[in-house]
């Protein structure tokens, strides 16, 4: 079976190369609105879904992997930043507490009728950031793109005080989750590449 990874992230694709695997990379085109009273489990897990079956529906034969990683504080979702200010006040919010990064991963072959999805949740605390820490932070314009406004792979890393957790999972794509959900639902074995076809 052949992989297609449905989604622009850099991230994702790094972390799937790391891991041996051999896919194609399709950018899934879906609008990623946030429903009133969804939990963070609930909005990765229906956001990872629709950018999975998205591509699945095109491509039948194929693995089709879609995923989705939000920040929760305070019952709050943050999403990637509009802007600078916006950046601002979810560094702001994050600063000196520890906050929740959960990322859903859904699995699909529609030929097979396999269709699966599950998530993960690591917290992260972040040190007592002042004003000029997060203005300067900021300037490394790191925080676009990127659910919380931080990037912990990047200048984001001083930022942390310490995690719990899976740490690929705060990046975008926990790939030891995935990796079992790959063995029990269709057969692959990552370190042998088994289940998988050139
Ligand atoms: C918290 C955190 C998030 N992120 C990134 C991971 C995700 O790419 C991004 C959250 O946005 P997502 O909407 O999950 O993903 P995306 O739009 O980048 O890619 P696609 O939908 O095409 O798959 O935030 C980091 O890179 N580092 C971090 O420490």
Redesign the pocket.
């Known amino acids: 079976m052949k992989i297609i990874?449905?989604?622009?992230?850099?991230?994702?694709k790094e972390i799937l190369e790391n891991a041996g695997l051999k896919f194609k990379v399709v950018?899934?085109d879906?609008e990623?609105t946030v429903f009133e009273d969804e939990t963070p489990e609930e909005l990765?897990k229906r956001?990872?879904h629709e950018?999975a079956a998205y591509i699945a529906d095109k491509n039948r034969a194929e693995l089709v992997i879609?995923?989705?990683?939000?920040?929760a504080i305070d019952g709050k979702i943050l999403?990637?930043p509009a802007d600078e200010k916006e950046a601002y006040n979810m560094l702001k919010m994050l600063s000196g507490r520890e906050h929740y990064?959960t990322?859903g991963v859904s699995m699909i072959n529609r030929e097979k009728g396999i269709d699966v999805t599950n998530h993960c949740t690591s917290s992260?605390k972040f040190k007592n950031l002042s004003d000029s820490d997060i203005y300067d932070y900021i300037s490394t314009g790191e925080f676009k793109?990127?659910?919380?406004?931080?990037?912990?792979?990047?200048f984001?890393a001083v930022l942390v005080e310490y995690i719990k957790g899976d740490y690929f999972n705060?990046?975008?794509?926990p790939i030891s989750m995935a990796s079992d959900m790959m063995k029990e639902s269709f057969g692959i074995n990552i370190f042998t590449g088994s289940g998988l076809s050139e």
Request: aromatic residues 4%; without cysteine.
């Open positions: 990874l449905a989604s622009a992230s850099p991230r994702r950018k899934s879906i990623e990765v956001l990872s950018k879609g995923s989705d990683t939000v920040v999403g990637k990064v990322t992260v793109d990127k659910a919380g406004s931080y990037g912990i792979q990047g984001g705060i990046v975008g794509f």
